[in-house]
C-alpha cells in the first residue's frame, strides 16, 4: 500500500491495526474536538479541521482576553467538549511513554506501569481513557502500538500542521533546528523575522522572511498555528498580525501577557517563571535544613541541663 501523503487538516490513514481490518474505528459520541496544550515538543495548541471531532471557529472574535502566566490556555466557555482540560494535557505524556515502549517493542502495558511510566496514578489514567473509549482488555492491559496511534489520533497528530516561528534569535532559530515538531506532525513551513539583514539567511535549512510578507506567508502555506519567539515589546503587534491573517493557535515564548480574541488559544512559555518556581522551593528547603540544624544543639543543652544539679547527683530544680 503507498504511503499517504499528509496534507494540511486532513486525516491521514488508519492505524496499521485498522488498515488490516482487525479494528472498527471508534466514534466518541458526544465529542465535538480535541485541543492538545503543552509544553516545547509536547505543547502546541491546535485546533482540528477535519475528521473526528472537527472544532467550528467561532465568530465573532470581538470580545479580547488576556492569557496568564501559568501557561494554562483560555477556552471561551461556549466551546464545550467532551474531554476536560486536565486530560487534554496528560495525553502527550502517556503519548511519550507508550512510544518509548514501542521504540523497545513492548507489545502491551498494563494500566499501573504506563501510569508509573507518565508520573500519573494509575486511577487517573483509566479515568483520562475512560474519556477516550475502551482501548484496554481486562487482565491483559493496552495494546501499545494501537494506543499510540489513538492518542495521536485524538491530539490531531495525525495530520499535517504547518508552523511559523516570529523571532529568529537565539531561541527562535533553537526551535527551527528542534527535531521534535516534526516527529509530532508540526512542520516549520517558515520563519519570519523583523531584522532586514536575516532575511535570505537559511536558519535549519529554512530562509528567513521579512515580517513585511507575514499576512502572505501566512496565507499562502495555510498556517493555523503561529510562535512567537521576540522580545517582549514585539509580540503583542506579532501577536494582532498573525491573528489578523488567521492564525488560531499560538505558542508564545515573549515575556508578556498576550491579548488575544475569543476563538484564539495561547499557551505561554516563561523558562524564567519555572526557574523562579524552583528557587523558592529550593530556598524552602535551605531554610528547613538551617532550622534543623540549629534545633539539635539546642535539644542537647535543654537535655544537658535536667542531667543533675549544682551538686553533680541530682537533677537541677529551676525555682517557681
Known amino acids: 500500500m503507498p ?3 499528509k496534507e494540511p487538516g486532513r486525516v491521514v490513514a488508519g492505524s496499521p491495526r485498522m488498515r488490516q481490518g482487525r479494528v472498527t474505528p471508534v466514534t466518541l459520541a458526544g465529542q465535538n474536538g480535541h485541543h492538545l496544550c503543552a509544553r516545547v515538543h509536547k505543547d502546541i495548541a491546535c485546533i482540528r479541521r477535519g475528521g473526528l471531532g472537527t472544532y467550528d471557529r467561532l465568530q465573532p472574535r470581538s470580545t479580547r482576553r488576556s492569557t496568564v502566566a501559568t501557561g494554562r490556555t483560555h477556552r471561551p466557555a461556549t466551546r464545550s467538549r467532551g474531554i476536560p482540560e486536565a486530560t487534554v494535557a496528560r495525553l502527550p505524556l502517556y503519548l511519550r511513554a507508550l512510544t518509548a515502549l514501542s521504540e523497545r517493542s513492548v507489545p502491551t502495558v498494563s494500566s499501573e506501569e504506563l501510569a508509573a ?3 500519573v496514578n494509575s486511577a487517573k489514567l483509566r479515568k483520562d ?3 477516550l473509549g475502551s482501548y484496554g482488555t481486562r487482565g491483559v492491559g493496552y495494546d501499545v502500538e494501537y494506543l499510540v496511534y ?3 489520533r485524538e491530539l490531531g497528530l495525525t495530520q499535517d500542521w504547518p508552523v511559523v516561528i516570529v523571532g529568529i534569535g537565539n531561541l527562535g532559530a533553537a526551535l527551527a533546528n528542534y527535531g521534535g515538531f516534526a516527529s509530532r506532525g508540526f512542520r516549520v513551513a517558515a520563519l519570519i523575522d523583523a531584522d532586514p539583514a536575516m532575511a535570505g539567511k537559511p536558519v535549519a535549512g529554512i530562509p528567513v522572511q521579512h515580517t513585511d510578507d507575514l499576512e502572505k506567508i501566512i496565507t499562502d502555506n495555510g498556517v493555523s498555528i503561529g510562535v512567537i519567539a521576540t522580545p517582549a515589546g514585539a509580540a503583542q503587534q506579532v501577536c494582532d498580525r498573525l491573528v489578523a491573517a488567521g492564525v488560531t493557535s499560538i505558542l508564545n515564548f515573549a515575556p508578556t501577557v498576550l491579548s488575544v480574541p475569543d476563538g484564539v488559544d495561547v499557551r505561554k512559555v516563561d523558562l524564567s517563571i519555572e ?4 528557587a523558592f522551593h529550593e530556598q524552602r528547603k535551605a531554610g528547613e535544613e538551617a532550622s534543623g540544624e540549629a534545633a539539635v544543639p539546642a535539644a542537647v543543652t535543654r537535655e544537658e541541663s535536667t542531667d543533675q544539679g549544682p551538686d553533680g547527683e ?4 529551676m525555682p517557681a
Open 275 to 278: 526557574l523562579q518556581i524552583l
Open 117 to 119: 511510566a507518565a508520573g
Open 3 to 5: 504511503p499517504t501523503k
Open 150 to 152: 489513538q492518542i495521536s
Open 314 to 317: 541530682h537533677p537541677a530544680v
Open 129 to 131: 481513557f475512560s474519556y
